[in-house]
């Protein structure tokens, strides 16, 4: 039987518990340089010291227009690596394994002056109107995130997300809604996420596992739905991807009849359905802090790892205080065990 804190390996990524910090982006990077500070140092490593299995930093851009704001953390220059190791490191020192979330935010990057896309399709009328990519600029894209991810293993971490999910560039790619393109890169729509999987791959070690976040449903009328979204991860896990975070929305405004349920576990039964369709581990993700629902999410075999986000920015201690509700045992800093 498999609960929260039994160990979990694939590949070379061993962890000590199932818990994972999702990605959450802190926008508080000084001087718009995409560079961590040490905002980010002890935000990451206090969610490390507070017994997380893995940490998975923040969507991090592949150039400065991909980010969302400018407060974004980047690697689209080895100047950013240090202060990135900084954090695995210590992360590390603490026993939590570190990922990292690499991605573009293409039309919904609200800083850039002309955001990019594969369609000058807005995403709503607050948005600017991007433009269109070239297919040259695609494919020139694809290297940017090579380079991107062979930074990310330089600075140490032991797994790679993807961030095709949320609406932003490879989301909008494979969408139907958002990529209009006539190029191969239309007639493929998975073409330019695989590409970057298959880039991504040849700069990790071939044993270091890749993790990719998806949305797993669409809420804006005619958007894809659970069947699609097997298909087109099951293309994406044919290119190379080990592992799906499994979330959902993101890709437009949606009307009030589209809006997704916000209850307790609400994307549990899409990560499900990614798991039992392709026979892959899953990530879920979504309103999982109690830690009684969380357990049982990995007792149930719904997923194989389970995400807590925004009850992590609540309580960095939350695995330690989920241990001592489930009466797990964990291993808790010395400093620290007289508190529990
Ligand atoms: C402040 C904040 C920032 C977020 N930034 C990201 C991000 O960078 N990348 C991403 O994929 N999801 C991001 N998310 C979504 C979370 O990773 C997570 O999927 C979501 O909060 C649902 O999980 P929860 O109910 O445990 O918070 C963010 C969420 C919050 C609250």
Known sequence: MKDLFSPYKYKSLELKNRIIMPPMCQYSVDNK???ATDW?????????????????????????????????????SDEQIPALQRIVDACHSYG???????????????????????????????????????TTEVKEMVEKFRKAVGRAVRAGFDSIEIHGAHGYLIHQFHSPLTNKRTDEYGENPT??????????????????????????????????????????????????????????????????????GTHAA????LAKEIKKGLDVPVIAVGRLDDPILANAVIGNEEADLVAVGRGMLRNPYWSLEAA????????????YTTGF
Do not use: C
């Open 33 to 35: 340089d995409g560079v």
């Open 40 to 76: 980010h140092y002890l935000h990451y490593v206090s969610r490390a010291i507070g017994g997380a299995g893995m940490i998975i930093i923040e969507m991090t851009d592949v150039e400065p227009d991909g980010r969302i704001s400018d407060f974004d953390l980047g690697l689209w």
């Open 96 to 134: 939590a394994k570190v990922g990292i979330q690499i991605g573009h935010a293409g039309r919904k990057a609200e800083d850039a002056e002309v955001p990019v896309a594969p369609s000058a399709i807005p995403f709503d009328e607050n948005f600017k109107t991007p433009r269109a990519l070239s």
């Open 191 to 260: 073409q330019f996420g695989r590409e970057i999987i298959q880039a991504a791959k040849a700069e990790m070690p071939d044993d270091m596992p890749l993790i990719m976040r998806i949305s797993a449903m669409e809420y804006v009328e005619g958007g894809y739905g659970i069947e699609e979204s097997i298909v087109f991860a099951g293309e994406y896990q044919k290119a190379g991807v080990d592992i799906f975070d499994v979330s959902s929305g993101g890709e437009g405004p949606i009307a009030a009849s589209g809006r997704p």
């Open 266 to 269: 609400y994307q549990v039964p």
């Open 324 to 335: 001592a509700k489930l009466k797990q045992e964990t291993a808790i800093p010395k400093q």
